[in-house]
Each structure stands twice: as C-alpha cells, then as structure tokens.
C-alpha cells in the first residue's frame, strides 16, 4: 500500500504561482506512474497532469504552458509547479499513484494516462485546497 500526502495549496491572486507536493509513503512499485488530479465543487474530477517514474510527463490541455509535474525518486515525493494561475484553477488538488504503466512501442518507453483513467489510479490523497482570485 502507499500513503500520499499533499501539501503547498493555499490562496493566491490570479496570475501568482504556487508550487505543489506530495510525499509517498510505502512500496516504491506502487509509484510507477503518479499524476495530480482536481475537482472544484459541483464539477467532474479532472486529470491535470501526470509523470512516469522514468519522467515522461502528460498534461491537460487546460494548463499545458502554464503547469510543470516533476518526481524526486530518491525522495519518494511528486511535485505539480503552478504559474499563471486563473480562477478556473481554483479546485481540490489530489495526488494520487498506480503500480501500473502504460507502453508505448512507437516513443521506446513508459507513460502514464490521465484523461479518462481516474479509475486507473489506485491510491489518492486527501487533497490541497488551492484557491485564485481575479
């Protein structure tokens, strides 16, 4: 099993930045591919962006430019670097991880997937509140 544990959400003005984390704890298996998920109140869940634990990355269309998911191995932590932030990022931030992966012959390496596999992921955080204002 894996614990997740995010943190660095908080209140900012449109524009600002804030810089995510969560901390994994249990079988480094469990963290082949991790992502961050988020969902405002009274809307569907949404993959932001995900990292293979070999570091291909895969975002949303809704922040590619403006977003950056990276992972420390070593440190069992997963990072999510927000810039430019709207009031339509404002959500629930969940971190969340998988044992599995996913191959793609043609890139020669691992990926993971993000919209539509919520349910691909096995394990969740209890989530980081980030909040923008206009």
């Known amino acids: 099993r894996v614990g997740l544990v995010e943190s660095g959400g908080g209140s900012v003005q449109s524009g600002g930045s804030l810089r995510l984390s969560c901390v994994a704890s249990?079988?480094?298996?469990?963290?082949?591919?991790m992502a961050w998920f988020r969902q405002a109140s009274g809307k569907k869940r949404e993959g932001v962006a995900a990292?293979?634990?070999?570091?291909?990355?895969k975002y949303a269309d809704s922040v590619k430019g403006r977003v950056t998911i990276s992972r420390d191995n070593a440190k069992n932590t997963l990072y999510l670097q927000m810039n430019s932030l709207k009031p339509e990022d404002t959500s629930m931030y969940y971190c969340?991880?998988?044992?599995?992966?996913?191959?793609?012959?043609?890139?020669?390496?691992?990926?993971?997937?993000?919209?539509?596999?919520?349910?691909?992921?096995?394990?969740w955080g209890q989530g980081t509140q980030v909040t923008v204002s206009s």
């Open positions: 249990g079988d480094d298996y469990s963290t082949n591919c």
């Open positions: 969340v991880s998988t044992h599995r992966r996913m191959y793609n012959a043609a890139y020669g390496g691992y990926w993971c997937p993000l919209a539509g596999h919520d349910d691909w992921y096995d394990y």
């Open positions: 990292v293979d634990r070999d570091g291909a990355t």
